[in-house]
């Protein structure tokens, strides 16, 4: 999953006289690429990291793969662009502690999902946490037709469940939901005290701790070697900086209601690469349910008015 919530936290004016944020300066790698295409770049980068974080979890563990991903992704911010040490980290010090354990909700469960469930399934279902956010915050009547077009696929996934779709796997994804959900307004509360990414810097510091007893006990990072530790760096790379730096460059062209909807194509693309790389072949029912939520998305976009913001 993305972590647009926090960079859309970083795109507001910087408080601080340090140079350019890891945000901005990642992003200006990136040229003049239309958003939609940085977009449609972010979302397959993060469905090919967590395609190759399946293939780690035989040999790190999905707990550890988890660990080191974030541990990874705090170490590249951290050298970007130094997190400010001040008061406020003392004084909101049990704000980045919940913002870590949201982070850390949101990747453990959905690591420990993809094990069972399809990586499209699994996308799709924690896509109603920020779909739930959709409904909340939604005033038009034509994003509410789209949003129950949505509902309707997840709906067509019911029979599935504890036959073709493991229950356990989907209840996994949906406290990823849950977590994600919560880790939007939390990310625009930090955005709010820290300066520029220096909440997601230390959230992910914070989530790499809550992590670490987990990959432990898993006990199969420990002997992790060279190529195990280059993967999970190439998942951190994949899942969180690059999404960042290309989603950081979308949000200044785009509205915050078309950048979240069209981030909604994710499952749709998590299929997709579910299924060439991982040979996960989807059932009728399932391909209905991703293809809805699809169109949904498309609909509240086309819907949406082009100056808002």
């Not at 350019?20 to 090919?48: D, E, H, K, N, W």
Request: aromatic fraction near 6%; glycine fraction near 10%.
């Amino acid at each position: 999953m993305t972590l647009q919530t926090a960079i859309a936290q970083s795109s507001s004016p910087e408080r601080d006289p340090r140079p350019a944020a890891a945000g901005p300066r990642l992003a200006r790698a990136f040229g003049r690429l239309p958003p939609t295409a940085l977009l449609i770049l972010s979302i397959l980068s993060v469905a090919l990291g967590s395609a190759l974080a399946t293939i780690l979890f035989s040999t790190v563990g999905p707990a550890g793969t988890a660990m080191l991903s974030a541990g990874f992704s705090a170490i590249v911010l951290s050298v970007l662009r130094p997190p400010k040490i001040d008061s406020r980290l003392r004084k909101h010090a049990g704000l980045i502690l919940i913002f870590g354990l949201t982070d850390a909700c949101m990747v453990l469960p959905f690591f420990l999902a993809i094990q069972s469930i399809p990586l499209g399934i699994a996308a799709t279902i924690t896509f109603l946490g920020p779909l739930g956010l959709a409904v909340a915050t939604s005033r038009r009547i034509s994003h509410f037709l789209w949003i129950g077009v949505a509902l309707l696929g997840i709906g067509l996934l019911t029979p599935e469940i504890g036959a073709d779709l493991d229950s356990t796997g989907l209840g996994l994804a949906a406290l990823a939901a849950v977590a994600w959900a919560v880790f939007v307004p939390l990310s625009k509360r930090t955005g709010t005290i820290f300066d520029g990414i220096d909440a997601l810097t230390w959230g992910l510091w914070m989530s790499t701790l809550m992590l670490l007893p987990f990959a432990l006990a898993e006990g199969t990072v420990l002997h992790a070697g060279g190529l195990e530790l280059g993967g999970a760096f190439a998942v951190a790379l994949l899942t969180a900086v690059l999404p960042m730096a290309m989603e950081f460059q979308a949000l200044q062209n785009i509205s915050a209601r078309a950048y979240g909807i069209l981030v909604t194509l994710e499952p749709a693309v998590s299929a997709l690469v579910g299924a060439l790389f991982l040979g996960q072949a989807l059932s009728g029912r399932a391909t209905i349910a991703i293809v809805c939520v699809t169109i949904a998305a498309i609909g509240v976009t086309l819907f949406e008015k082009p100056d808002a913001h």
